[in-house]
């Protein structure tokens, strides 16, 4: 059977916990890959602006160049509908019956879990693979997660806790500020392209 763990998110812009959680799952999960998932129209950030999908699907291909078993897959892009997380695994699914998923996810997006569309199927249809973050400790955030989706099934990704976040650079970027070592220097070169380009 082959095991590969699917990595959904925003990656406006993706940054080095990214990076860090993917290279992780991969050794960790003894999986064939671990598959990138940029989100063309996240449902949960609805009600803020998002770059463009292709700028930070460009931004997400040059965080992953050279890591080994990282890739970037656009299943979501190519559907026309919302990008629901439930209707992606699906999806994937039922496409690759010889395959088993595993999603990794932070501690806080895990904690926003009962809120998700579809919240209580995807709990029953895959396991999660968890990085913690400072807002959300794993295991207190597992247990008030499961005492609403009782068939949730997740296993804390071994990391060392690493504080940063898209929101923080890119609010840093807006700023004029640095954000040496957060993003690579290449990744960086496409959003400022883009920022250039939208003036
Ligand atoms: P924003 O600050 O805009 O919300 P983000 O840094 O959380 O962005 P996303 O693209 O929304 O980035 O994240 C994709 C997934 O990766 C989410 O499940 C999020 O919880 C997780 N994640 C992002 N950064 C980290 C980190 N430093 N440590 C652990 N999990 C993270």
Redesign the pocket.
């Known amino acids: 059977m082959r095991r590969i763990v699917l990595f959904g998110?925003?990656?406006?812009p993706p940054?080095v916990?990214?990076l860090l959680?993917a290279q992780l799952a991969f050794e960790q999960c003894d999986c064939d890959a671990v598959w990138v998932m940029p989100s063309p129209t996240p449902p949960h950030k609805a009600d803020q602006p998002v770059t463009p999908y292709e700028t930070r699907r460009e931004m997400t291909q040059r965080l992953l160049k050279g890591a080994e078993g990282l890739v970037l897959c656009d299943v979501e892009a190519r559907r026309h509908e919302p990008s629901y997380t439930v209707d992606t695994v699906r999806i994937l699914q039922q496409a690759y019956p010889d395959t088993e998923f595993q999603f990794l996810?932070?501690s806080?997006?895990l904690r926003d879990l009962p809120s998700w569309h579809g919240c209580e199927e995807l709990s029953r249809r895959i396991r999660f693979l968890v990085?913690?973050?400072s807002e959300a400790p794993f295991r207190e955030t597992y247990q008030m997660v499961r005492n609403v989706l009782p068939h949730l099934v997740a296993q804390a990704l071994q990391m060392p806790m690493?504080?940063?976040?898209?929101?923080?650079i890119r609010e840093r970027l807006n700023e004029g500020k640095p954000v040496c070592g957060l993003v690579p220097d290449d990744v960086l070169d496409v959003w400022r392209k883009h920022v250039e380009a939208t003036r």
């Open positions: 998110g925003t990656f406006d940054h916990g990214h959680m996810i932070g806080d997006s990085a913690a973050r690493l504080d940063v976040s898209s929101s923080f």
